[in-house]
């Protein structure tokens, strides 16, 4: 089919449609960057082309050249034989106005936490300028330590992550956004060998139950699996955090970590502890916040 249609399309138009038809045969599943088929094939052809992302209508009508119908097909033919995510065939994930190199060391930027630097913990963090040290635990792709720099202008950043592949696609991020002199990476487990103290704690840990790792569609068994699972409820990592972040922040300081669906879970182990789920795009049930204080019993 994939033969024919190189000889047989002509137009972005056709390949869009093929595209569309290829994938809702498939039955992908749409979970990083894009929610529908249209999305996906608009934005994978618009890429691979090297048009804008956001103008899909001015070239619908234009004839391409048989090789760029090749790479076009040969991207859409592996997103939909092989389920891979488009962020891994095109390099690139988005995160509002931020985007990151990825490949498959690490997982594709999904985390609601970037949505709440800055305005979205306001009342706990009155001034950018009052963070003078961060830490990002799990850091992947480098992707939220980034944008704490960039929310947090006076903040030096520690970005950790217990994978070495991680932490190359992290420097190339960090590279490509200037930050080198403001984030330093450090390969170990959580806070293992850590001995600075943070303003501001963030963490997108695994946290998916073995469960639910059974479950998951083809396209997240490309992911890391060392960035998806954390025992059989999910919550070993947070478990973790939460025993030990107290002591790595300062007065005041903050504890922002996102959990999955994993609320209820979480409350019934700690019903001690005063969590604030903060609200983002997915809902209030996803990211909460502790201060230094609450962690200690103090509050």
Request: glycine share 6%; proline share 4%.
């Amino acid at each position: 089919m994939f033969n024919q249609a190189a000889q047989e399309l002509t137009t972005v138009r056709d390949l869009l449609r093929f595209a569309v038809s290829r994938f809702n045969d498939a039955g992908l599943f749409f979970g990083h960057g894009s929610d529908n088929a249209h999305d996906e094939a608009a934005y994978l052809i618009l890429h691979t082309l090297n048009l804008p992302l956001d103008m899909l209508e001015p070239y619908l009508d234009a004839k391409l050249l048989q090789s760029e119908k090749e790479e076009v097909l040969s991207i859409i033919e592996r997103r939909a034989v092989e389920h891979i995510p488009a962020a891994y065939l095109t390099h690139q994930a988005w995160q509002g106005e931020f985007d990151f190199y990825v490949d498959e060391r690490v997982i594709v930027p999904r985390s609601f936490i970037y949505e709440l630097l800055g305005d979205g913990i306001r009342p706990w963090i009155e001034h950018d300028e009052l963070v003078h040290r961060a830490l990002d635990l799990c850091t992947g792709s480098g992707c939220l330590a980034i944008q704490m720099a960039h929310h947090y202008p006076d903040a030096q950043i520690d970005a950790v992550d217990l994978s070495l592949d991680a932490l190359e696609v992290a420097a190339i991020n960090i590279e490509d956004y200037g930050f080198e002199d403001r984030i330093s990476l450090v390969h170990t487990d959580l806070f293992e060998g850590l001995d600075e103290t943070y303003d501001l704690i963030v963490s997108n840990p695994p946290y998916v139950d073995a469960e639910s790792v059974e479950a998951l569609p083809d396209e997240y068994l490309h992911e890391p699996e060392l960035a998806l699972g954390s025992g059989e409820d999910g919550l070993d990592a947070t478990r973790q955090i939460i025993l030990q972040a107290a002591k790595y922040l300062n007065p005041k300081g903050v504890l922002l970590v996102e959990i999955g669906h994993n609320r209820e879970v979480l409350e019934a182990a700690y019903p001690e502890l005063p969590f604030t789920w903060l609200e983002t795009s997915g809902g209030d049930g996803f990211v909460f916040l502790l201060t230094r204080e609450q962690l200690l019993g103090e509050e």
